[in-house]
């Protein structure tokens, strides 16, 4: 027997698609979502949470499909504590070759208030709720929300509740982030040894990042014996974020030594995930990120720089490769073909269909006469502006020319195509970004409000790829879009346009039960 089989498994519990989705812009679509949904299963994670199927019919769907399609991982949905949520779940999970249900009930005495039960009433409904859950599916997840704020004695009472009834996972969510390392081990340790029936289920931890503790207390409760871990990609989550997939899963195996346990992740695909996550929800990863961050792996010190090459184990305590990040950056350009590109994207993590590639190629000859080399950031950002872009798109960009300078008016003449038809008209503005803006907004009307206008550039020089980020808010609906250009206003445009059309599809994929979706289902 190995050491790594002789090791605890902890098992890996991703909510990049439900957790991570309820990030304000972060909302993907339904393909997107298969397709993230493919990478996880393809990675080796044990379960993924695709979503929450009462919310919407977008989300059943997505949820249903997803289970379907799934080879490896478990298939979970999330339900608030009533039969409508649990059976609407069940019936999207169901045809999963491991479906799991997961319902959840707020226990700490600020949410006990609101749905106004007193402890018995509470404890009532759990029993009702998880046994109604076990007795559709062999496999029921039970949550008590707020748990680390909740009364240690009433938190005992109800996990052995939730396991008598059936449950055999017990996930303890620090919804807030409020917990500390220490408190995060000692509260696992506390279940294990108050309640009865407590060796017989996985104990789960599910930390949110509000004071930047989320993989600390997610590790901490992994040492005093939670045996799985909720985290999402890039640690996409509500206001700070969750536990971040690559660190925990990156701590067991860098450090070992004091880590000893094991998980089914293969950490190659790390950084293709990462990638592929960033651009579907808008949401840049920082670049001093640990992990998956563009300056990880970078040294610019005179001393780190001198240090690495003579021995890279000096200032770098794991290998670029073992997350899937490729070791060399070299340049392409115009005079590269079919064969080149598509051995580069593959190395880069994109295995392209024949017409994918034909269309990348496409543009990354375009893009190659325009620069004078194209780097791998270049191409990342090509791949990911090219997902963004659908031929089936209601509001599609045909032509745009502005005109800027010290002296106005700044202008702008715009053309779309909008549902089939060609449209065109000109503006004006306090820069050429606002007026292509106006413009966009005199061709299609809305209500929408601007919430973030982001321009950062892909790789350095005056050549560079501008990725331009902008999320729109509409009623209560938020959309993120993104675009990359060596022109940023034209990105800009396209960033703006691609919000739009996914303001559209939410639109038409807004749940009829309008309850659902004024209730929080946080963890």
């Known amino acids: 027997m190995t050491q790594a089989s002789a090791q605890p498994r902890v098992l890996i519990f991703d909510t990049t698609l439900r957790d991570g989705e309820q990030s304000p812009g972060a909302t ?18 044990d379960i993924i949470e695709a979503g929450f199927p009462i919310a919407s019919e977008g989300d059943f769907n997505a949820v249903s499909e997803i289970a379907k399609r799934s080879k490896n991982s478990t298939i979970c949905g999330l339900a608030r504590a009533n039969f409508k949520d649990i059976d609407r779940c069940w019936e999207a999970v169901k045809h999963a070759r491991s479906p799991r249900i997961h319902t959840f009930i707020g226990t700490s005495p600020l949410h006990r208030a609101i749905p106004n039960l007193d402890m018995d009433q509470m404890a009532e409904r759990i029993h009702e709720t998880v046994t109604h859950a076990r007795n559709l599916c062999d496999n029921v997840q039970w949550s008590p929300m707020d748990a680390t704020r909740t009364e240690h004695d009433y938190l005992c009472r109800t996990v052995e509740i939730a396991i008598k009834a059936g449950a055999s996972t017990i996930n303890i969510p620090d919804t ?10 000692k509260l696992i340790a506390m279940l294990l040894e108050r309640v009865p029936g407590a060796d017989k ?39 700070a974020g969750n536990t971040a997939l690559e660190e925990v899963v990156m701590a067991m195996r860098v450090r070992n030594d004091i880590l000893p346990y094991q998980t089914g992740i293969d950490t190659s695909k790390i950084m293709n995930l990462s990638r592929r996550v960033s651009s579907v929800s808008g949401f840049a990863v920082q670049f001093n ?30 290998r670029p490769e073992d997350i899937g990040l490729t070791a060399t950056n070299i340049a392409m350009g115009k005079h590269s073909g079919r064969a ?57 960009v045909k032509r745009l020319r502005v005109v800027c300078g010290t002296e106005g008016p700044r202008e702008a003449e715009l053309t779309l195509v909008i549902g089939g038809v060609e449209t065109a008209t000109d503006a004006t503005g306090d820069g050429p970004v606002d007026a292509a803006f106006n413009a966009v907004n005199m061709l ?6 601007l919430q973030l206008y982001q321009v950062h550039a ?32 034209v990105a800009s445009v396209k960033a703006y346009v691609h919000a739009l059309n996914r303001l559209i599809q939410r639109r038409q994929k807004t749940a009829p039960d309008s309850d659902v979706k004024t209730i929080s289902y946080k963890q």
Do not use: W
């Not at 299609?444 to 409000?449: M, N, T």
């Open 201 to 239: 289920v996985i104990f789960a931890t599910h930390c949110h990042n509000d004071l930047g503790m989320a993989t600390a207390n997610a590790l901490a409760a992994v040492e005093a014996g939670a045996r799985q871990i909720e985290c999402t990609i890039n640690g996409l989550g509500e206001r």
């Open 458 to 489: 892909v790789t350095e020089g005056t050549d560079a790829q501008a990725t331009v980020s902008v999320r729109l808010e509409e009623d209560g609906r938020i959309a993120t879009g993104t675009s990359a250009d060596t022109d940023t206003v």
């Open 289 to 318: 990120k640990a992990i998956v961050g563009k300056n990880a792996f970078l040294h610019e010190s005179g001393i780190h720089q001198d240090g690495v090459l003579k021995n890279v184990q000096t200032f770098e305590i794991m």
């Open 340 to 396: 080149a590109l598509r051995s580069k994207l593959k190395e880069l993590g994109f295995d392209l269909a024949d017409n994918q590639l034909n269309d990348v190629f496409v543009r990354f000859k375009a893009l190659a006469d325009r620069k004078k080399e194209v780097y791998d950031e270049d191409l990342i950002a090509l791949v990911a502006d090219e997902a963004t872009n659908d031929d089936n798109d209601h509001i599609q």
């Open 28 to 45: 993907m679509t339904h393909d997107e979502k298969l397709e993230i949904a493919g990478l996880l299963d393809e990675m080796g994670v």
């Open 176 to 185: 807030v982030g409020y917990t500390y390392p220490f408190e995060s081990a």
């Open 444 to 449: 299609y009307a809305h209500h929408a409000k």
